[in-house]
Nanobody, 121 residues
Framework: QVQLVESGGGLVQAGGSLRLSCAAS????????MGWFRQAPGKAREFVAA????????YYGDSVKGRFIASRDNAKKTVYLRMNSLKPEDTAVYYC??????????????WGQGTQVTVSS
């Protein structure tokens, strides 16, 4: 069974930065792409970023492009999301997911429980 555990969320002021981590276990980490999604209260889950199997290719949602950076360390079985220039509208629960290199939720078959990020104005 695959387990994904996010960490690093919290409260930050607008303009600040956070780095989320997602530790994986249960299957060969390096064989799968990893994605980040987020869900704000009352809104649908939104694609944030994806990083391919080797950490070479990345793909970002329009709302975070140029501010967020996704990366991975296959030796540590961990994927990261560096979030810079945070805005109040980035407030959401952030989820990591394992699967295909995709912007679609349907491309991922395992999900973490999420970590809350709150950006104050």
């Amino acid at each position: 069974q695959v387990q994904l555990v996010e960490s690093g969320g919290g409260l930050v002021q607008a303009g600040g930065s956070l780095r989320l981590s997602c530790a994986a276990s249960g299957r060969t980490f390096s064989r799968y792409a990893m994605g980040w999604f987020r869900q704000a209260p009352g809104k649908a889950r939104e694609f944030v970023a994806a990083v391919d199997w080797y950490g070479v290719d990345t793909y970002y949602g329009d709302s975070v492009k140029g501010r967020f950076i996704a990366s991975r360390d296959n030796a540590k079985k961990t994927v990261y999301l560096r979030m810079n220039s945070l805005k109040p509208e980035d407030t959401a629960v952030y989820y990591c997911a394992s699967g295909q290199f995709s912007h679609s939720e349907s491309g991922y078959d395992y999900w973490g429980q999420g970590t809350q990020v709150t950006v104050s104005s």
